[in-house]
């Protein structure tokens, strides 16, 4: 029991078992993942550290970097899984925005919008206004990410439903 109270993770083998101290930090997001934009996700006493982005392992002071972030910055970032989180937080409508993107297509559903990125898919985003108005009468836009196969905007959005462009033809929006 003492050691239950005081201990950290344990891994169970046959003939021995694993046992870690607890940490003296652990952040977590809403889906128990590590996440931490200002510091570690997850530290030891010992000075031992993970840096955490939504469960993704990433630098340290990478989270400090994320307030200074460009549409450049983002481009030249190597590491794909890096440039992701970079966008996430960024905001995918802010980066089209902001790198002058243009639509590739457009109809009564919404508008296509496409980014090549080095070394990576391309960032393919269906341009939506929900039919349900705020209180105050206005409409919100989102940004929907659909694959890069995508060419149409009403495609984009059947994917998003999970049924083909042929197939989605809403008899009412709510």
């Known amino acids: 029991r003492r050691v239950a109270e005081s201990a950290g993770w344990w891994w169970p083998y046959e003939r021995l078992a694993i046992v870690t101290r607890r940490p003296v930090e652990l952040h977590l997001d809403d889906m128990g993942r590590l996440h ?35 549409p450049e910055r983002i481009r030249s970032e ?65 940004f929907l990410r659909v694959p890069p196969w995508v060419a149409r905007a009403r495609q984009g959005v059947a994917w998003t439903f999970g049924t083909t462009e042929e197939d989605y033809r809403p008899r009412r929006e709510t």
């Open 78 to 142: 190597p590491n794909a899984e890096l440039r992701r989180v970079m966008l996430e937080h960024f905001g995918f409508d802010r980066y089209l925005a902001e790198s002058e993107a243009r639509p590739v297509h457009s109809d009564e559903t919404g508008v296509l919008w496409r980014i090549e990125l080095s070394g990576d898919e391309p960032l393919v985003m269906v341009e939506v206004v929900n039919s349900t108005p705020e209180p105050d009468g206005t409409r919100r836009t989102y």
């Open 36 to 70: 931490r934009g200002d510091g570690p996700a997850l530290a030891y006493a010992d000075g031992f550290a993970l840096h955490a982005w939504h469960g993704m392992p990433v630098p340290a002071g990478f989270g400090a970097t994320l307030g200074e972030l460009t």
